[in-house]
């Protein structure tokens, strides 16, 4: 299983809600990554959590929150976003860059509006 | 990561192979090169990566510059599902996760 499930596909938010993007892997990569990409532009890297431990915070607003439960699992909450949060939001997977595969795995991502 | 830099946009006719170059004039000597694609509404996919020789898998190959300040991305024969932003990304080898960073890339696009 080579894959990098995320859920929702689509997701519409007021300013005010609460809502969590999540991501699931079963290929026992112990990297996982949070990327916002908007219209048109390259993917930017948001966040990295490597053996469950959060290790680069991209400057990221404190409005999102990101979660790993377990090694298979990577959370993002969102809370009190901003209509210029509405983006393509990626997630991926990958060994380390010692490992002999290093590429990394990408899901399809959740298209995020906020209204 | 050390920069890379790549044309905008390349066109190619359907069945005719298509090389796309990538300048990486600051290379380090342990940083791989990358290839990542995206296709429209996906998330990226992993191409190929090398490290001094030229590579080849079943998507493409990889030829890298004897100086490895330039490579070039090689696609046989391109199909209309060939069409995609071609990303090149330099990746530092050694212990770690870090993250991808993401030039512009070039636009592929492939005309029947």
């Known amino acids: 299983d080579t894959e990098v499930t995320q859920t929702p596909k689509h997701l519409v938010m007021g300013m005010t809600n609460k809502k969590s993007l999540k991501c699931e892997q079963h290929?026992?990569?112990?990297?996982m990554y949070w990327y916002k990409q908007k219209a048109k532009k390259p993917p930017e890297l948001m966040f990295v959590?490597?053996?469950?431990?959060?290790?680069i915070n991209e400057s990221v607003p404190s409005r999102f929150s990101p979660e790993c439960p377990n090694s298979s699992l990577l959370n993002l909450h969102l809370h009190a976003l901003q209509p210029e949060d509405s983006a393509l939001y990626l997630c991926?997977?990958?060994?380390?860059?010692?490992?002999?595969?290093?590429?990394?795995?990408f899901g399809q991502g959740t298209r995020l509006t906020v209204v | 990561d050390a920069k890379t830099t790549q044309p905008n946009s390349m066109e190619s006719n359907e069945e005719e192979p298509v090389h796309l170059p990538c300048n990486h004039s600051?290379?380090?000597?342990?940083?791989?090169i990358h290839w990542y694609r995206q296709l429209p509404s996906q998330g990226p996919e992993y191409v190929i990566h090398?490290?001094?020789s030229n590579v080849n898998n079943r998507m493409a190959s990889l030829a890298i510059a004897e100086d490895r300040k330039s490579s070039t991305l090689i696609l046989h024969r391109a199909t209309l599902r060939d069409a995609a932003v071609y990303y090149c990304?330099?990746?530092?080898?050694?212990?770690?996760?870090?993250?991808?960073?993401f030039g512009k890339g070039t636009h592929l696009i492939i005309q029947p």
């Open positions: 991926a997977s990958s060994g380390h860059r010692g490992a002999m595969n290093t590429e990394a795995f």
């Open positions: 290929m026992g990569h112990r990297a």
């Open positions: 959590y490597s053996y469950e431990k959060l290790s």
């Open positions: 600051t290379i380090s000597g342990t940083d791989y």
């Open positions: 090398g490290l001094t």
């Open positions: 990304i330099l990746r530092e080898s050694g212990g770690g996760a870090d993250g991808l960073t």
